[in-house]
């Protein structure tokens, strides 16, 4: 079985940033909000964390004007100085530039918006400093993948009989079984792609 297809079927079996962030890519309404307040509080910050410690992770929030969707953002808290980060779900096997995620300037914060369908079931990780390199390409695929995370924000993990961990996100409440329709995407929040996520019952 090649890499690749090990790499998908962990995935789909359970699921460098730009310097700034441009103002018309930021859908999220608490990801503004942190932008706007931290430049005029130095606590910003911490609070954003702090409240996510509470709430947990990925943010959901309503999509106005179509009750089916959900606007997902995944956010990864910086521990040291990163490049780039990457948010690794069964659609960056479509196109890995699907996860690169963005920082927020001047904090420790990275993040990705998606459009979702509100029943949407994947499973996801996180590749602090990831390569980026297109997965059909990649002849250390194994190696890359051990340097995945976990999402220490969200409390859903699912393990595989090999011990290998990853992150649930579950808009219709937890579920054992989960499938993604990789050909189902539409677009994305950049303007690309909306990636709809197929279900499992």
């Not at 106005?64 to 997902?72: C, K, M, N, W, Y």
């Not at 963005?102 to 029943?119: A, F, K």
């Not at 961990?165 to 994305?188: E, F, I």
């Amino acid at each position: 079985m090649s890499l690749i297809v090990a790499a998908f079927m962990l995935l789909s079996s359970a699921g460098p940033a730009q310097g700034a962030v441009p103002q018309d890519s930021i859908a999220s309404v608490a990801i503004r909000n942190l932008i706007r307040d931290a430049a005029r509080d130095s606590t910003a910050v911490l609070r954003f964390w702090q409240e996510l410690e509470r709430t947990g992770t990925p943010l959901v929030e309503a999509n106005p004007g179509d009750s089916t969707v959900r606007l997902v953002t995944f956010v990864w808290k910086e521990t040291e100085p990163l490049d780039k980060v990457a948010v690794i779900t069964p659609h960056s096997l479509i196109d890995v530039e699907l996860g690169r995620m963005r920082h927020v300037p001047g904090t420790d914060v990275w993040y990705r918006s998606y459009l979702m369908r509100s029943d949407a079931r994947m499973v996801y990780r996180f590749g602090p400093d990831d390569n980026m390199v297109p997965f059909t390409r990649d002849r250390n695929l194994i190696e890359r993948m051990n340097g995945w995370q976990l999402d220490p924000l969200n409390a859903q993990a699912w393990t595989f009989g090999d011990g290998t961990r990853v992150s649930v996100l579950s808009l219709a409440g937890p579920s054992a079984h989960m499938m993604v329709d990789p050909q189902s995407a539409a677009r994305d929040l950049d303007g690309r792609r909306r990636v709809r996520w197929a279900h499992g019952h």
